[in-house]
């Protein structure tokens, strides 16, 4: 964490199986995307899935962030396809959150041409997004 600036925004991330999943409440900043990836990296290297995986992420709040967070968030989805077997990415955010409308398209730059990608707005359908990409690649 850089010492000048404190994380904003909350998160929680557990790996189940073939999916890493994290809960984010926003808005948040570079800080918390940094510590976020390092948890999640942390996560894994502790209890590694047997190949592919597939993060999803549930948005709660808001999904505002600076421009900084956005770019770091970045290089987290780069490094999990080519490093972690992450083949699949998707943002979970009910109709409720803040901006969502606004900043799907925003978000959704970050994915193409790295990983699949979707956003849901309940968690189920996710899942079952996940598991079918999964399913594809023979997990």
């Known amino acids: ?60 709040g808001s999904i505002l962030c600076t421009p900084e967070a956005l770019d770091a968030l970045a290089r987290a989805v780069r490094y999990g396809a080519n490093h972690l077997d992450c083949i699949g990415n998707c943002i979970v955010a009910a109709d409720d959150v803040e901006a969502r409308s606004l900043l799907e398209p925003i978000y959704a730059r970050l994915y193409i041409g790295v990983t699949p990608y979707r956003f849901f707005r309940d968690f189920d359908t996710a899942r079952q997004w996940a598991f079918a990409l999964l399913a594809e690649k023979g997990f």
């Open 1 to 60: 964490m850089n010492p000048q600036f404190q994380a904003h925004g909350e998160f929680k991330t557990h790996v189940d199986g073939h999916l890493i999943v994290s809960e984010v409440a926003g808005p948040w900043n570079k800080e918390l995307v940094e510590d976020w990836a390092a948890d999640a990296f942390n996560q894994l290297k502790a209890a590694p899935p047997a190949g592919a995986l597939v993060g999803i992420t549930i948005i709660r």
